[in-house]
């Protein structure tokens, strides 16, 4: 675990509310020069803390407005990390979570429509030598909170 200061936590905090905010309007909001927010910035990218800033794209914009959750069953005779590497091959396939349970992993993936959805399923992940068995299940809708700051952290500084 790395060791924040209190600087730190509240930089990150405005980055998590706006990834895209320039050093200098952190620095003015919090009331110190631009160079050590900065300072504070890539010392917290190099230690880890912050991984990236990204682009969010919306599937449905592109013409995706189907998400489906996969749960796929692999023959344990097979490379899992094979059948992996052919799956982030596909398009359609956004992320893969291997689980414990009935089934090896959870493949989310975005489709155009149902038709793209049977396709996909009977005509390529059906033909991966891995695959045994697959539940799928159309997402209605989804709510992600954000991961921030634990309270812990905020509150003990």
Not at 85 to 97: A, F, G, P, W
Request: glycine residues 4%; hydrophobic residues 40%.
């Amino acid at each position: 675990m790395v060791n924040l200061d209190d600087l730190d936590l509240k930089i990150l905090s405005m980055l998590q509310k706006d990834g895209r905010a320039a050093h200098s309007e952190i620095a003015r909001q919090l009331g110190v020069g631009h160079t050590r927010v900065r300072d504070h910035v890539m010392r917290m990218e190099e230690m880890g803390v912050i991984k990236g800033y990204r682009v969010i794209v919306d599937p449905a914009v592109l013409g995706f407005s189907i998400q489906c959750m996969i749960h796929v069953e692999v023959d344990q005779q097979q490379d899992y990390d094979q059948f992996v590497l052919q799956l982030l091959e596909m398009e359609e396939v956004v992320e893969i979570t291997n689980i414990t349970g009935e089934y090896d992993c959870i493949v989310r993936c975005w489709f155009v429509d149902t038709d793209h959805l049977r396709k996909f399923l009977y005509e390529k992940l059906s033909a991966l030598p891995a695959h045994q068995s697959t539940i799928s299940n159309l997402v209605l809708n989804r709510v992600r909170r954000p991961i921030t700051l634990p309270r812990h952290l905020i509150q003990s500084k």
